[in-house]
């Protein structure tokens, strides 16, 4: 067993190794974010009987390029009555976060680069789920930002409700997490794949369902995806927070919806599906669990109806949050006992 | 290495006290909201270069994600002009004599001791090896039972209250 590389031992491999790492990681993130737009509107197309985008290029490949450009080179119309500092401010203060939480998430075991050991991950902490935790608690700024810098009666509505939405779901996500580092008794997330590593059935989604359950629909909240869009909830709201942007800082917003999609899909599959565990390569079965969860998100937003406001709060404050409690009680006693 | 991390440190400092100062000066009380989340993001990396990662991600976690965002909630539905900041200017002034005596305390605190170089059981070494989150939960579980219980009961009394207080009737 050769050492790990690290600062220590020899610095310049250790800097162009991390550097790549970051750029693959970077790169992989951001081309899953421009294709999750096509993918998106073709799945849906498929589901509601229409074919989705078919004119730009063969089967509409280059829909994603096209979109850019024209979201690239329309005017960036900022408000006159908005604050300006904030305006510009909330669609790098909601993309950020989304990006910097891929970090820590395990995309395979050790390979050997010039003798030394290098783990495929950008960095393991040893507080990896609280970083992530507190890294979505963050996302908020951006949307209240938004919401409260564009100075419009709607965007306003959307950035109160979505900092009411995130602050109570963000606490049941949190609690159902708590019931697998219980189990794992690790906050580290290459902690956590390795506690799950042999056979299939010792991944957490059969031993923590419900915690699996809670977690997959709470951070569907947390994200604001259809059912739980309410913060640009289109009948009501014109498009929420995001009414008064235009050009690329619209389209930050929406490269932050779908990076937020591939982190919770990313962590799902860490938490509960043994993160790179599988048949192929570590990196490609990460992925084909990311794009599984990443189908069911686009399925479910294809399938239900928006909840309400209402329902939205009973569900994250008198179900959701009970269950929780409820599942780590179940845990200590079983890991007790 | 040592060098580097001082300049890291001075960095952070600097970012920490200009953000704080903006927390006092700006006009706008959102402005200084996002100027305090600065603030407890700078203190979140200074735990990190003390070896406590789990303080740093509780930090963030506690006081800019929840805390914060509520702060600013109120804020945002409030909206309060800049009329009705004017009428507590006076305030201004009763800060000004605390900020006051809280320096003639840490000089006296500083002259009569000092806070470097204390020895405990957990150097830096211990909490590197033992994990900083084990530490934490040990302490909390044996030595500070009785202090966390007592917190707890006081943070359910609080929750009891503000569910007394925002119900419509009693």
């Known amino acids: 067993m050769s050492e790990m590389l690290s600062l220590s031992n020899d610095p310049l491999l250790f800097i162009s190794v991390m550097v790549a790492k970051i750029l693959a990681v970077f790169l992989v993130v951001v081309l899953i974010v421009a294709y999750a737009t096509y ?19 063969p089967l509409g490949l280059l829909q994603p390029i096209a979109d850019g450009l024209k979201l690239f080179f329309k005017e960036d119309i900022i408000p006159a009555q908005s604050s300006k500092l904030a305006f510009i401010l909330a669609p790098m203060m909601i993309l950020v976060p989304a990006f910097i939480t891929i970090a820590v998430i395990p995309f395979g075991g050790m ?5 030394y050991q290098v783990p495929l991950q950008i960095t393991d902490l040893n507080v990896g789920i609280l970083y992530i935790l507190a890294m979505a608690g963050l996302g908020v700024y951006g949307i209240v930002l938004a919401g409260w810098a564009s100075n419009n009666k709607y965007s306003l509505l959307g950035g109160v409700r979505s900092a009411a939405q995130m602050v109570s779901y963000e606490l049941a996500a949190g609690l159902a997490i708590i019931s697998v580092f219980m189990l794992s008794e690790t906050l580290s997330l290459r902690g956590i794949v390795e506690a799950q590593a042999g056979s299939v059935m010792d991944w957490y989604i059969f031993s923590q369902p419900l915690a699996f359950c809670l977690f997959v629909i709470t951070s569907l909240a947390e994200i604001n995806r259809t059912p739980f869009d309410l913060p640009e909830a289109e ?4 498009s929420g927070f995001c009414t008064e942007y235009s050009s690329m800082k619209y389209a930050l917003f929406f490269m932050a919806e779908y990076a937020n999609m591939i982190v919770v899909s990313a962590i799902t599959a860490t938490l509960f599906l043994g993160g790179p565990a599988g048949p192929f390569p570590g990196p490609i079965n990460l992925l084909l669990k990311v794009f599984f969860f990443m189908f069911l998100f686009i399925w479910i937003r294809a ?17 959701f949050l009970p269950l929780a409690l409820l599942n780590i009680v179940i845990t200590g006693a079983v890991v007790v006992f | 290495m040592e060098l580097l991390q001082l300049f890291f440190f001075y960095l952070v400092a600097f970012v920490a006290v200009v953000s704080g100062f903006c927390v006092i000066s700006c006009k706008n009380p959102i402005n200084s909201a996002i100027s305090l989340v600065m603030t407890f993001f700078c203190l979140a990396i200074f735990y990190v ?3 406590a990662p789990f303080m740093a991600a509780v930090q963030i976690m506690v006081y800019a994600g929840a805390i914060m965002v509520l702060i600013i909630f109120v804020m945002m539905l409030l909206n309060q002009g800049s009329e009705v900041i004017a009428r507590y200017r006076h305030a201004v002034t009763g800060a000004f004599i605390a ?5 003639i305390q840490v000089v ?3 002259k009569n001791g000092g806070v470097s170089g204390m020895v405990g059981p957990n150097t830096a070494e211990v909490v590197e090896s033992v994990g900083h989150t084990e530490l934490i939960g040990q302490a909390m579980f044996t030595d500070f039972l009785l202090p966390f219980e007592i917190a707890s009961i006081l943070l359910l009394v609080a929750i009891v209250g503000a569910v007394v207080l925002a119900k419509r009737e009693v």
Not at chain 1, 47 to 57: D, I
Not at chain 2, 99 to 103: D, E, I, K
């Open chain 1, 39 to 57: 993918a998106e509107r073709k799945i849906i197309g498929r589901m509601q009987t229409r074919l989705g985008p078919t004119m730009t290029g």
């Open chain 1, 111 to 115: 390979i050997t680069v010039g003798g």
């Open chain 1, 235 to 238: 009948t009501e709201l014109v």
């Open chain 1, 303 to 319: 399938t239900f109806p928006r909840v309400r406001y209402d329902q939205l709060m009973f569900m994250g404050w008198k179900v």
């Open chain 2, 49 to 51: 270069m003390l070896h």
């Open chain 2, 99 to 103: 900020a006051v005596l809280m320096l």
């Open chain 2, 108 to 110: 006296v605190i500083l």
